[in-house]
């Protein structure tokens, strides 16, 4: 069976593969099957010494780009490729074409298909925005503050009716900030997420673009990753109406992290973190849930990251070099 | 200045025209503004005998009839332009390109147009359903069960970030059952709600395809009309991150309709009622909010109607030839 995962060169798509490539097998609605290859769609090429792992690149928003990535032999669809939220921001038509116009393709690539293949949409919790209360929860309404979050929430609710009509069998679930993410700041407005905890643990200096009280509900790339997998396997007959699941993400305030990351790496030279808030970034983060809490995830067994120990930690074992 | 009303040849659409020409002007964002122009775009011709009123004939779905519809003298422009409930839910990829991608094309043009035109949009309490409480309110969460209600609610997304961007300056009216509908039924599934009131007062026996018992939220096309034009006068800085205002509806079942058509038109030939259920209509509308009533819209300076009395009145007094 094959798995086409969209955005698969990016940073979660990369954790992802790797993850895949080593269980070999993935359980699809509840059935347990052989990974005969990994298709990665991005803008550039995904490099894996492994013959199961295929690389093609294209443009998610051309509707072209996308025909016959998905077929008959495509068990389950990662749909990961997207414009950050400070990117889509700052370039309105490049996030529609991306964030709305990619999911749109995916999901008619996905009816087209000669299958039904399981769909899973990383979608975020920058759905919710505004006035929210201390813990977004399952009930909580979606209102989307941002272009991302609003592109977001659309492509949810296509995926929700795409699936009720039987086009493809599609799962959302609704990322915290994912963090620490290793490598280089990108243009999320979260990007400080990570930014603050790997230079320091790297031994670089790093300046904090929100105000030390400013919380975020957080999430492990390995919690991510397990979540993506899990949302393949479930039966989505217990979902209902909405095929959106939200996931849950602990409340850390920039402070917390910080001095997480002092206590977690004390005995390593630790870079230095000096706290200069941005008023464009404070704005959208202002913006943000602060935690996520859903008894929904927690019944369809999708686990969660305890605390930001934990999460650093999984920084520290996972991509930390020694 | 110039007004646009997309379906402007629609049942919505004329009663619209007939209150515009009738008043002259409109208070637009607050400013009352002298109308010069109507343009009824619609993909047949609108025909009235006032020059004011322009017909254009074109396809809401296609960028191109869309293009030059919106231009600098633009001051507000009604979207009411939508493929039916029924047949969105029968004809997937028409409701999509009209009901979203019109929408879409519809904001594209505000955005080109050369100012920041009010942009009124005509959406549905479709774009709740499942597990609904007996009462909508303005914190219930969207959660559309058919496509019709999922494409409404993606445009409602759209023209909030739209406007939060600056492109438009939205409003969007979650519109009740709008009944009592003049003339022939059309593919709502919610057709019946007219057409139980509409044939019996008109001498012409009717079936109706749900049990007595079913509720619907509803309004009369006047207070329809009055919505649309009060929310192209609304301050939309009160109305924060979202431009959707649920509108009030009252809760009457369809023996209660019935009953207040027997009382009210007492002393004419009426036509007889009887309840055919139809398993695909009634599984629609049971998945329909039951009653609406916002406390935003009500803030807002929003009428309602307070009771089915008043509707079926309404009927009587506006469309029921002597």
């Known amino acids: 069976m094959k798995i086409v995962i969209t955005g698969g060169a990016g940073f979660l798509g990369r954790k992802l593969t790797a993850r895949l490539l080593d269980r070999g097998s993935i359980d699809i609605a509840g059935q347990k099957r052989e990974i005969s290859s990994i298709v990665l769609f991005d803008r550039v090429a995904a490099d894996w010494n492994d013959?199961?792992?295929?690389?093609?690149?294209?443009?998610?928003?051309?509707?072209?780009?996308?025909?016959?990535?998905?077929?008959?032999?495509?068990?389950?669809?990662?749909?990961?490729?997207?414009?950050?939220?400070?990117?889509?921001?700052?370039?309105?038509?490049?996030?529609?074409?991306?964030?709305?116009?990619?999911?749109?393709?995916?999901?008619?690539?996905?009816?087209?298909?000669?299958?039904?293949?399981?769909?899973?949409?990383?979608?975020?919790?920058?759905?919710?925005?505004?006035?929210?209360?201390?813990?977004v929860i399952d009930e909580t309404p979606l209102t989307p503050?941002?272009?991302?979050?609003?592109?977001?929430?659309a492509g949810e609710l296509m995926?929700?009716?795409?699936s009720r009509k039987g086009f493809v069998d599609g799962v959302t679930v609704r990322?915290?900030?994912v963090t620490v993410r290793p490598g280089k700041p990108n243009k999320a407005a979260s990007t400080w997420v990570s930014s603050i905890v790997r230079e320091p643990l790297n031994g670089v200096d790093v300046t904090c673009p929100v105000r030390p009280e400013s919380p975020m509900a957080c999430m492990s790339p390995r919690t991510a990753v397990d979540a993506l997998i899990h949302a393949a396997g479930i039966d989505t007959g217990a979902l209902g109406a909405s095929r959106?699941?939200?996931?849950?993400g602990p409340r850390v305030t920039a402070r917390e992290m910080t001095d997480t990351v002092m206590r977690l790496g004390s005995g390593?030279?630790?870079?230095?973190?000096?706290?200069?808030?941005?008023?464009d970034i404070q704005r959208i983060v202002d913006g943000w849930p602060r935690?996520?809490?859903?008894?929904?995830?927690?019944?369809?067994?999708?686990?969660?990251?305890?605390?930001?120990?934990?999460?650093?930690n999984a920084y520290i074992e996972d991509d930390l070099k020694p």
Chains 1, 2 share one sequence.
């Not at 503050?145 to 929430?153: E, F, N, P, R, V």
Request: aromatic letters at 8%.
């Open 175 to 177: 990322l915290p900030t």
């Open 51 to 135: 013959s199961r792992a295929k690389s093609i690149i294209g443009d998610i928003g051309d509707h072209g780009d996308v025909a016959n990535l998905i077929d008959a032999d495509t068990g389950c669809v990662f749909h990961l490729a997207a414009v950050v939220s400070a990117q889509a921001e700052a370039d309105f038509d490049l996030g529609m074409r991306i964030n709305w116009g990619g999911t749109r393709n995916v999901l008619d690539q996905c009816r087209t298909a000669g299958s039904v293949p399981r769909l899973v949409f990383a979608s975020s919790i920058a759905v919710y925005g505004g006035d929210l209360p201390e813990t």
């Open 268 to 279: 390593r030279p630790l870079g230095k973190i000096t706290f200069e808030p941005d008023p």
């Open 145 to 153: 503050t941002t272009s991302y979050g609003s592109q977001k929430a």
């Open 291 to 312: 935690a996520s809490r859903s008894a929904r995830a927690e019944r369809l067994g999708f686990a969660a990251d305890r605390s930001f120990d934990d999460i650093v």
């Open 244 to 248: 959106s699941v939200l996931l849950t």
């Open 159 to 162: 995926l929700s009716d795409f």
